[in-house]
């Protein structure tokens, strides 16, 4: 190894750090949305249901619109859905959750 290179080594470990929090904090992000994501459709899905307007063949329709007409959006499948509805309703109450929410 040439001794240039040995001399930065110090500096090019300080920008793989920099590299390696930025990702960090970019997947923290990333799953904060989703979390927020998933509560809101849920949220929706289960005042829907709750009210009445929607029965659940509708979350089963809604499944199949997604997957038809928007097959690139994985996992709102009729499973993923239910899940996020009972997410919103298991978390609602809860004060860690809502706060993240109400910051969108």
């Known amino acids: 190894m040439s001794e240039s290179i040995s001399n930065h080594f ?5 920008i793989v750090s920099m590299i390696r ?3 960090a904090r970019a997947y ?3 799953n904060e949305e989703l979390i927020n994501l998933y509560y809101n459709v849920g949220k ?3 005042e829907k249901v709750a009210s009445a307007e929607w029965g659940a063949g ?3 329709n ?3 619109f997604i997957n ?3 097959p690139e959006i994985k996992g709102f499948n ?5 899940r996020m509805k009972q997410f919103y309703e298991t978390y609602k109450d809860a004060e860690f959750v809502s706060p993240l929410v109400t910051q969108i």
């Open 10 to 14: 110090d500096d090019f470990n300080r």
């Open 21 to 23: 929090e930025a990702r």
């Open 28 to 30: 923290a992000k990333v």
């Open 44 to 46: 929706f899905v289960s």
């Open 58 to 60: 509708v979350v089963d």
């Open 62 to 64: 809604l499944a199949q």
């Open 68 to 70: 038809e007409n928007y």
């Open 78 to 82: 009729r499973r993923g859905l239910y």
